[in-house]
């Protein structure tokens, strides 16, 4: 017999609060625009020397691979591509997130994203950045990139291979990145106009004055402005869809066993959605602990980018299913060869690393007091990106070294240049992140305060120099 | 502070005058008071926000934007350039046979075009916003700092100076309210505004 749902029980929905701690709007402005206007804390100092010196040690290295060849690193035949086509494929996959959550999020209307879009899209953009230095510096001549891949009028008469994957990828990165600084940029018009507004050096105020181009808040300005920003919104998602099955084209349009399949677009799209958001978190967890930005990025927030993890990690599981299958069932014994070797041979270990931190380690989040810890995700988020990188890794191994001609196969050690310039690339990126964490406001203002549940009532009294900007809301 | 009343005794203060600022605490106070000043048919109002206000565009009055139109133009004119230039120098200029596949291979050439048609797109829709909201404004200074924090406004202004003898601009302008400084204000503070004074066109810094 079933029970009637009474009015009461229907009654008692309570969307859950995206902003925590009783803020009034005048709160966002004063919590979001506070850190930037302090001298940057120790901790930034520590973190961005870090970083400068791990870029700077790369690109130390990086000059001594133009100087004495390419031949410093692991390549080898058949292995001739290595960790540098690796760093790229999982660079540009993290960059996915955030257009996710800055453009597909809002086509579904998921409020909670503004709580973190201005951050992840800022990762998107530094991501890309990071992974474009690849192609560039795998070829060993960064000089000529240029010549290979824009297509100019030339003495040489040649024009670019348009039937390549390799130059779809400049295209596709190329618009990506464009795209996504524009979309970024758009958005953070009204939150500089906001840091303009609340500056009192001048210096500063002329800064942020050029760099918000005037904006003053009319509502024919808001009407133009929204009406841009679904539409990039709208172009966004096919296009970080796009990119990344093009990235994946690098590998699937070859005739490579293990590489040539149609699973690569929506299994290589995924695995980016997958790493993306797990870097995602990383950054939120440390972020939202250092600038005090709890009530803004809430463990609901966290939760639900932890169910997403979840979700597109089995995905990523399901992929790796369907690739043992066919390769069985097809019958073909070159194919069902690289996945027996993925296992057993040499690169076993990689294939377990990979196994274990995408598959297995986030099924823990099915667990809601998981999902909600702290600890546990930043944990797992990290061992997610390190299972996603070792899965490019073993895509791009598997499938070379051991390929049709047993008298070919060679194994491939990277070496102290290969490992270093990968670990630049995380320097890079830091870099710029940590940059824009103290020049930029964070999260996204004019959207947070749009869907804040009640930000009219008296203000809170905060403790500490705060005080005053709270009475009289505003500095 | 300038008043209306301050206003009107220093006729020949240097800045012009841009019109009369009113604010509110709430945008649901805002949108009922914009319907109000829609209503009462001033030549130029306009409202202020920190943050976008739905029901705001449509108490205004405003039209739904024309930046879609432009934005399909260039996704198309993306699309086609792409094509044409890869078969151009794929089939015309320097036929080469690569992979063994036909000079004007087009499937290879769908992806280019995509992301070209995808990026043409993108960069008209900034474009042209940037260019339907006059940025970057060196015009006019924001003329409050909590604009862009908490407070909400309705400004109805200042008409530019028209010549006599310009029928046209005459004839448009008679279909409006005549501005009245005084009048205005009293206005707004009927339909709500808790604070109201005559704000002037500073330059952008």
């Given amino acids: 017999m079933t029970t009637m749902a009474t009015q009461t029980d229907v009654a008692q929905y309570v969307p859950e609060a995206l902003v925590t701690g009783r803020k009034i709007l005048a709160d966002v402005n004063t919590d979001i625009a506070a850190p930037i206007e302090r001298v940057p804390s120790t901790q930034w100092w520590i973190c961005f020397g870090t970083a400068l010196g791990a870029f700077l040690m790369g690109a130390f290295l990086a000059g001594r691979m133009f100087l004495n060849g390419l031949g410093v690193l692991g390549l080898n035949q058949p292995a001739g591509w290595g960790c540098f086509i690796v760093n790229f494929v999982f660079w540009v996959g993290i960059g996915h997130a955030g257009t996710l959550i800055s453009a597909i999020l809002f086509l579904f209307r998921q409020k909670w994203r503004t709580g973190i879009n201005r951050a992840a899209e800022a990762m998107t953009i ?28 030339n003495q040489r008469h040649l024009w670019v291979n348009f039937r390549s994957p390799l130059l779809w990828d400049v295209f596709a990165v190329g618009t990506y990145f464009t795209i996504s600084l524009v979309f970024w940029f758009v958005g953070l018009i009204p939150d500089l106009a906001s840091v303009r507004d609340r500056a009192k050096n001048p210096v500063r105020k002329l800064v942020y004055t050029i760099l918000s181009l005037g904006w003053r808040g009319s509502n024919k300005n808001w009407s133009h402005y929204e009406m841009a920003y679904m539409i990039l919104a709208g172009l966004s998602a096919p296009l970080v869809l796009s990119v990344h099955t093009i990235v994946s084209f690098d590998f699937a349009v070859s005739v490579l066993p293990g590489w040539h399949t149609t699973i690569f677009p929506p299994y290589f799209v995924a695995g980016a959605i997958f790493s993306g958001f797990a870097m995602v978190v990383t950054l939120m967890v440390i972020t939202r602990e250092c ?17 997403i993890i979840m979700t597109t990690g089995m995905m990523v599981g399901y992929a790796y299913a369907c690739e043992f299958f066919i390769a069985w069932y097809s019958g073909n014994p070159y194919e069902a060869f690289v996945f027996r070797n993925r296992v057993f041979g040499p690169i076993w270990w990689a294939q377990w690393i990979m196994m274990s931190c995408n598959v297995l380690i986030p099924q823990i989040f099915w667990f809601k007091k998981c999902r909600r810890s702290i600890p546990i995700m930043f944990v797992i988020s990290l061992f997610v990106n390190i299972g996603m990188w070792f899965e490019r890794f073993v895509i791009t191994i598997g499938g070379l070294h051991r390929d049709f001609l047993p008298s070919s196969w060679r194994y491939y050690i990277p070496t102290g240049f290969d490992w270093g310039i990968t670990l630049a690339s995380f320097g890079w990126f830091f870099i710029w992140f940590l940059l824009f964490l103290r020049f930029l406001p964070v999260i996204a203002m004019a959207e947070v305060k749009s869907v804040m549940a009640d930000p009219f009532h008296d203000p809170q009294p905060t403790p500490g120099p705060d005080k005053e900007i709270a009475a009289h809301g505003h500095a | 502070m300038a008043t209306p009343e301050n206003a009107m005794r220093n006729p020949d203060s240097e800045l012009p005058l841009a019109g009369v600022l009113g604010f509110f605490d709430r945008p649901s106070e805002l949108i009922e008071a914009t319907t109000k000043v829609r209503d009462a048919r001033y030549q130029y109002f306009d409202t202020f926000t920190p943050f976008p206000v739905h029901g705001l565009e449509a108490a205004q009055g405003l039209k739904r934007s024309p930046i879609p139109y432009i934005t399909f133009i260039a996704g198309l004119t993306g699309g086609l350039l792409a094509f044409l230039f890869q078969y151009w120098t794929s089939a015309v200029d320097w036929p080469l046979i690569v ?33 339907f909201n006059g940025l970057p404004n060196v015009r006019r200074k924001a003329f409050d700092p909590g604009l862009t924090r908490d407070r909400f406004a309705i400004l109805i202004g200042a008409p530019l100076p028209i010549e006599e003898d310009d029928e046209e601009a005459v004839r448009r302008a008679s ?5 009245e400084l005084t009048e205005a204000t009293e206005f707004l503070r009927r339909v709500g505004a808790k604070e109201v004074r005559a704000v002037f066109s500073e330059g952008w810094f």
């Fill in chain 2, 99 to 131: 992979g063994g596949k036909p000079f004007n291979s087009w499937p290879a050439f769908i992806p280019i075009c995509f992301e070209l048609t995808v990026l043409f797109a993108g960069l008209s829709t900034v474009a042209a916003m940037f260019i």
């Fill in chain 1, 126 to 153: 530094f991501a890309v950045m990071t992974a474009l230095l690849f192609p560039v510096i795998h070829t060993g001549r960064p000089w000529y990139a240029a010549f290979w891949l824009l297509p100019y009028p």
């Fill in chain 2, 175 to 179: 279909r409006f309210k005549k501005f």
């Fill in chain 1, 291 to 307: 600038f005090g930005l709890k009530n803004y990025v809430t463990l609901n927030h966290l939760e639900k980018m932890n169910m």
